[in-house]
């Protein structure tokens, strides 16, 4: 099938935090060594952000290489982490805080901020723009593309027009387009829908051990202001999963954010 193309120096599938990052790096690096060079992100959702589990507490410190002045930038990290806190939940009635001394050193996130990882990625996406990276939200990357060797030289989109089946709808139907690049950076996430594609095409997993996944269900609540405390993280280990053991373990979190 004949299909539109653009070709990129580098095509990114994925407006997440790593490929708007891997997107501005490469503008940065380009304009540091007087060269011009075109760089295309592909974001499946309807816009930047729309597909991000937001919410989350945040290390700066790579934020802090790319962009050292993010502050007069106007990034979106307002809630600077006051207190940690761990508690272990017997029921429903009853709890044990954990001791600071007991708690883990990667669980204690003094200089972190409690982000919107959406609000994030929005601003990361306005300063890619600004650097000249194109940005297209609403277009899914479908398959990758291969050249005559079987190297990825860029992916292809979704086809517009078409039924729940796949079928082509008359008049309707649009074929997706070839996005060439010299390098394809794919930036999807844990269960990406090309990554697959490319585990199954070259062995990828081989040698590797089988990957776990857990359910994760996120809410934003809106409280008492008597009762907020910005800056507090709080997490939890045990009822109604198991404290010890393999089956059934799992925990909680709790991120006091600005404006209650």
């Known amino acids: 099938m004949e299909r539109e193309y653009m070709e990129f120096d580098v095509v990114i599938v994925g407006a997440g935090p790593a490929g708007l990052s891997a997107a501005c790096r490469l503008k940065q690096k380009a304009a540091e060594a007087g060269k011009e060079i075109s760089v295309c992100v592909v974001e499946k959702g309807s816009e930047v952000g729309a597909h991000i589990l937001s919410g989350a507490v945040f290390e700066p410190r790579a934020l802090n290489e790319l962009f050292p002045d993010w502050k007069e930038l106007g990034a979106p990290l307002n809630t600077p982490v006051k207190r940690d806190d761990i508690y272990v939940l017997k029921?429903?009635?009853?709890?044990?805080?954990?001791?600071?001394?007991?708690?883990?050193?990667?669980?204690?996130?003094?200089?972190?901020?409690?982000?919107?990882?959406?609000?994030?990625?929005?601003?990361?996406?306005?300063?890619?723009?600004?650097?000249?990276?194109?940005?297209?939200?609403?277009?899914?990357?479908?398959?990758?593309?291969?050249?005559?060797?079987?190297?990825?030289?860029?992916?292809?989109?979704?086809?517009?027009?078409?039924?729940?089946?796949?079928?082509?709808?008359?008049?309707?139907?649009?074929?997706?387009?070839?996005?060439?690049?010299?390098?394809?950076?794919?930036?999807?996430?844990?269960?990406?829908h090309i990554g697959k594609q490319l585990i199954k095409r070259f062995n990828l997993d081989s040698d590797a051990d089988a990957q776990h996944y857990g359910i994760g269900l996120k809410e934003i609540w809106e409280i008492d202001p008597a009762k907020h405390q910005p800056g507090l993280v709080v997490h939890t280990a045990g009822w109604p999963l198991d404290i010890m053991g393999t089956e059934n373990t799992g925990g909680s979190f709790l991120y006091h954010l600005e404006n209650n």
């Open 91 to 192: 029921n429903a009635d009853s709890a044990s805080k954990v001791p600071d001394f007991f708690v883990p050193k990667t669980m204690h996130n003094e200089g972190n901020y409690i982000i919107s990882l959406g609000n994030l990625c929005r601003w990361l996406a306005q300063q890619a723009e600004n650097l000249g990276v194109e940005i297209y939200p609403g277009f899914a990357a479908q398959e990758a593309l291969f050249d005559e060797n079987g190297v990825v030289r860029g992916i292809i989109t979704g086809d517009l027009g078409v039924d729940r089946e796949g079928h082509p709808k008359e008049g309707l139907y649009t074929p997706g387009m070839e996005l060439r690049g010299k390098y394809t950076l794919f930036a999807e996430g844990c269960r990406g």
